[in-house]
């Protein structure tokens, strides 16, 4: 089946303006995580959708970033008035509530490049 | 709080020797343990996990890693190295009821002929 899906696959935009990110789990994945990474700095968690429990907000950087799930799949990870420091690979992974050991599943990931 | 140490930034290994990736672990529990692998532009796939029982587990592409409790050590082993194994690889820490999972910062991996 289809795996996690992102788009846009590479983003270039200017300083200052805000950024819309998607992300499509595989289907029936009710777990979904965004992350972020940047270079030398290995993976950062910034959010996590549990169905329809709120959301684990605890590892976004600032209240720029902003994540909803429409839905309970599709999910968009939005940064406005960006930084040059926002600059990073954004990875969503997905995991299944069969999967007692949350095994998740990760998408391509979006660059996000802040000239 | 949780965390994953990967001392080693980068490794170059021979096509055909044995490889040992090392990673460190902190966490207050059980610890549920993980190594994936990045190739490039590609996305994470997991190589293989650490819940319980056998501390020696196998995963996929040849790959095994050994849980060392005492040690707080999960090392990631390969006999005999191809060079479609170059890669970035990422070892990573979660735990029964927590779905975040902490992420060291990663190996890169070069294989020379």
């Known amino acids: 089946g289809a795996g996690v899906s992102q788009s846009p696959s590479n983003k270039v935009t200017e300083k200052g303006k805000d950024v819309e990110l998607r992300c499509d789990p595989i289907s029936g994945h009710t777990a979904l995580y965004w992350y972020r990474q940047s270079l030398g700095q290995g993976l950062e968690f910034l959010i996590y959708?549990?169905?329809?429990?709120?959301?684990?907000k605890s590892g976004l950087p600032s209240d720029r970033f902003s994540a909803e799930r429409t839905g309970g799949s599709v999910s968009t990870l939005t940064i406005q008035r960006t930084q040059q420091e926002d600059s990073a690979v954004y990875l969503c992974a997905s995991s299944s509530p069969q999967d007692r050991f949350y095994e998740q599943y990760f998408g391509p990931g979006t660059r996000l490049t802040v000239t | 709080a949780q965390s994953v140490t990967q001392p080693d930034i980068h490794i170059t290994v021979s096509e055909g020797a044995s490889l040992e990736l090392r990673c460190n672990y902190s966490y207050g529990a059980t610890p549920y343990l993980f190594w994936y692998v990045q190739s490039p532009g590609q996305g994470l796939q997991l190589l293989l996990k650490y819940f319980s029982g056998d501390t020696l587990v196998q995963g996929i592409k040849g790959f095994e890693a050994e849980f060392k409790r005492s040690q707080s050590s999960f090392n990631l082993r390969k006999p005999s190295v191809h060079w479609s194994d170059a890669a970035e690889y990422f070892c990573a820490v979660g735990g029964f009821g927590n779905e975040k999972l902490t992420f060291g910062t990663g190996t890169r991996l070069t294989i020379i002929p």
């Open positions: 959708f549990q169905g329809n429990s709120a959301p684990d």
